[in-house]
């Protein structure tokens, strides 16, 4: 295992040969990182590992090391993760850069991210900023960002740089748009991550205020890639009230601790049906459980999204309702949420 995390060396692409001959094992291994004692480390357990197979009698461990490429570092306060190999790069124009996560799928993450996004745009655009936000959308096996925004079509190509797609003034970049809607994605690892270094630094993003980082539930490939790939800002973590979600969801955060992304605050998805006639609430999915992962992970709640129709058909349709009924109540939530986010990067 890659010193710190819970996956091995070959998945993170790091072995880039190995030979046996005579008994001997000869591996050799490529990593980026400013960390003087991850090679040491790897050396040790790698050539305890080996001579443990059963018909090696020799083992020679050859590490070769890059440094990360320097980079302007964020502001006091801003944050900036790194995890294995980490070259703490910024995305090029991009200012903030913020991922949205969950321990466990279904609990309405992309359509989080998309109507975060729009809030988030709606924000700056009080301030005088257009076209200020832009969404990545990582989760490649999966992605339904295009879906929930109303895009589609092949992004174009200038020289070396992808230009992504834009609606609602909301830049996007998805592996929707790069594959054939019935082509699963069948993919290990090292694909994967030169994926998400090509959304990162192949894509002609322009100038942004923030990045909303879709990634899949987990903490696989991606997640791992991403942390690698660029100095995030920090995490927002996702969650549905009952026990099931969030404590996959506390568990599934502390991953970005081990890579010193900060927490920036918990969102409680699916928190209530709330009765238009009378107000009077339901909690289907139970009550407490943002506020249990907020605490566990010592942060803030951001906010607790109802159930509302109006946010599944906006979805469907391709008009987050936070563009499509910006001042009903579902939108009001969104924009609250925003807020308190800006709120962790204001000085």
């Known amino acids: 295992m890659y010193p710190g995390f819970s996956r091995d060396i070959v998945s993170f692409g790091l072995v880039r040969e190995v030979t046996v001959e005579n008994g001997c094992a000869k591996i050799s291994l490529a990593l980026t990182t400013g960390d003087p004692k991850v090679p040491s480390q790897l050396k040790m357990t790698v050539d305890k590992t080996v001579a443990a197979v059963e018909g090696i009698s020799e083992v020679e461990t050859l590490i070769t090391v890059s440094r990360p490429k320097a980079q302007p570092q964020p502001a006091a306060g801003a944050g900036g993760g790194g995890g294995a190999g980490a070259a703490q790069n910024k995305i ?181 049906l709330e009765n238009p006639s009378n107000g009077q609430r339901t909690y289907l999915f139970g009550r407490g459980g943002g506020e249990k992962t907020a605490q566990a992970l010592n942060t803030q709640l951001l906010g607790q999204v109802p159930l509302f129709e109006e946010i599944r058909e906006g979805g469907d349709n391709g008009i987050p309702v936070v563009i499509g009924s910006p001042n009903g109540q579902p939108a009001q939530v969104f924009r609250s949420i925003a807020r308190k986010l800006l709120e962790t990067f204001d000085d």
Request: charged fraction near 20%; include cysteine.
């Open 92 to 272: 090029p124009g991009v200012r903030r850069t913020v991922a949205i996560a969950s321990g466990k799928g279904g609990v309405g993450k992309s359509t989080f991210a998309v109507n975060l996004a729009c809030a988030l745009d709606q924000e700056f655009r009080e301030r005088g900023r257009k076209n200020a936000v832009g969404i990545m959308d990582c989760d490649l096996y999966g992605p339904s960002v295009p879906l929930m925004i109303g895009l589609n079509g092949q992004p174009k190509v200038d020289g070396e740089m992808i230009i992504p797609l834009e609606n609602f003034g909301i830049r996007v970049m998805s592996m929707g748009f790069l594959i054939d809607p019935e082509t699963p994605v069948i993919w290990r690892g090292p694909m994967v991550a030169k994926t998400i270094s090509q959304f990162t630094q192949n894509v002609a993003w322009g100038e942004l205020e923030i990045m909303v980082i879709d990634l899949p539930p987990g903490t696989g490939d991606a997640q791992l890639s991403l942390a690698q790939t660029i100095a995030l800002d920090g995490a927002v973590v996702v969650t549905t009230p009952q026990t099931a979600a969030w404590n996959v969801a506390r568990r599934g955060a502390m991953m970005f601790e081990k890579v010193n992304v900060p927490i920036l605050g918990v969102a409680e998805n699916m928190s209530y």
